[in-house]
């Protein structure tokens, strides 16, 4: 289970799951572990819902700061 990478607002999750998905499979595809796949796919989510409609997918490095946080948490547990 991997708690989701918390938004700093929620203004419409249209896409949320296909860009989580997406990214997943992205960072799947380049040979990343499932871990680093999940939190890839959650920070791009969480982006995703920060703006109205699924017009907005951020910042690719950005995108790599939020997983990185919730990577960084994950394998401290």
Do not use: M
């Amino acid at each position: 289970n991997l708690p989701a990478y918390k938004p700093r607002k929620l203004v419409d999750p249209t896409g949320a799951g296909d860009v989580f998905i997406g990214a997943f499979l992205a960072e799947y595809i380049h040979g990343k572990n499932s871990l680093w796949c999940a939190c890839a796919g959650s920070a791009a989510a969480s982006l995703v819902v920060e703006a109205a409609g699924p017009t907005f997918f951020g910042d690719k490095r950005e995108i790599y700061r939020r997983a990185d946080v919730l990577y960084e948490k994950e394998i401290k547990q």
